[in-house]
């Protein structure tokens, strides 16, 4: 009975986020106790996990495709931009674990953070404020506030001019 009551809550998530109309979206998550500021935009087809340990900020833009994982919690910033395809894991398995034992850790993105598309975020990072990280990176340690990381695993190849001003988020209605 647990297990059916458990897919039927993510079916029913899984059908809410695909729906055209954003303002829907954004109440439903936050009915289900997400924490979402103003002017954020979630678009159609994200998946979020455990949506109550997940929590955004104001003018965050989170684009299609992407994966919350919040079953370990996730914490993202003001002004993020959260490119298509990218997955923000909280939660995984331990490979030298004998029992294939499961670990958390919580993932926290900085303010005026910009993950390119397909990034994978690994549980524990933290991403400073300002950081860019590169398309198809694979975050496996913290990245410090300002620089710009590509690869797998992603390590710092420069830094951003600290000039961040911009507002990000707003959604029209069918969006």
């Known amino acids: 009975m647990k297990q059916f009551i458990s897919d039927t809550y993510h079916f029913i998530l899984s059908i809410v986020m695909l729906l055209p109309i954003h303002n829907f979206r954004i109440f439903f998550l936050r009915f289900l106790r997400m924490k979402i500021g103003k002017h954020t935009a979630i678009c159609r ?21 992407v994966v919350l994982d919040g079953r370990g919690e996730i914490f993202i910033g003001n002004n993020v931009d959260i490119a298509q395809e990218v997955n923000i894991w909280s939660l995984q398995h331990d490979y030298n674990s004998s ?14 953070v910009w993950l390119a598309s397909r990034v994978t975020v690994l549980p524990g990072v933290t991403i400073g404020r300002g950081a860019v990280v590169g ?30 001003k911009y507002k990000l988020g707003s959604r029209g209605w069918f969006r």
């Open 99 to 112: 029992t294939y034992s499961i670990e958390k850790g919580t993932v926290i993105i900085e303010d005026y």
């Open 45 to 65: 087809g994200v998946d979020i996990r455990t949506p109550y340990r997940v929590s955004i900020g104001s003018n965050t833009t989170v684009n299609k495709h």
């Open 135 to 164: 398309a198809c990176s694979v975050v496996t340690k913290d990245i410090p506030p300002m620089c710009i990381a590509v690869g797998n695993p992603a390590h710092v190849i420069g830094e951003r001019k600290d000039c961040l």
